[in-house]
């Protein structure tokens, strides 16, 4: 069974940084997608980024990029998103999972005050 945990959100002041990480178990293949996502109150969920296993392929949404980085070790059991330069508005809860998404885990809480 596959599982993926979040882990690292908090408090911070805008213009600060928290690394999430992701924490995964299980097998999902040779060749798949880890995303992370984020939902605000009130709002929809959102693709922040995404990383290929098969050669590292990166994406980031418009609202993210230059600011968060995602990275997986090199045993792909943990996917990081480096998140700087944080702002009120990336408060949210984030998650990751596989895509296609499977269940949704707990997430993880960031709250970026101003």
């Known amino acids: 069974e596959v599982q993926l945990v979040e882990s690292g959100g908090g408090l911070v002041q805008a213009g600060g940084s928290l690394n999430l990480s992701c924490s995964i178990s299980?097998?999902?293949?040779?060749?798949?997608?880890i995303g992370w996502f984020r939902q605000a109150p009130g709002k929809e969920l959102e693709g922040v980024s995404c990383?290929?296993?098969?050669?590292?392929?990166?994406y980031y949404a418009d609202s993210v990029k230059g600011r968060f980085t995602i990275s997986r070790d090199n045993a792909k059991v943990r996917v990081y998103l480096q998140m700087n330069s944080l702002k009120p508005e990336d408060t949210a809860v984030y998650y990751c999972?596989?895509?296609?998404?499977?269940?949704w885990g707990q997430g993880t809480q960031v709250t970026v005050s101003s």
């Open positions: 299980g097998y999902l293949g040779d060749d798949y997608a």
């Open positions: 999972n596989k895509l296609p998404p499977l269940a």
């Open positions: 990383i290929r296993s098969r050669g590292g392929t990166t």
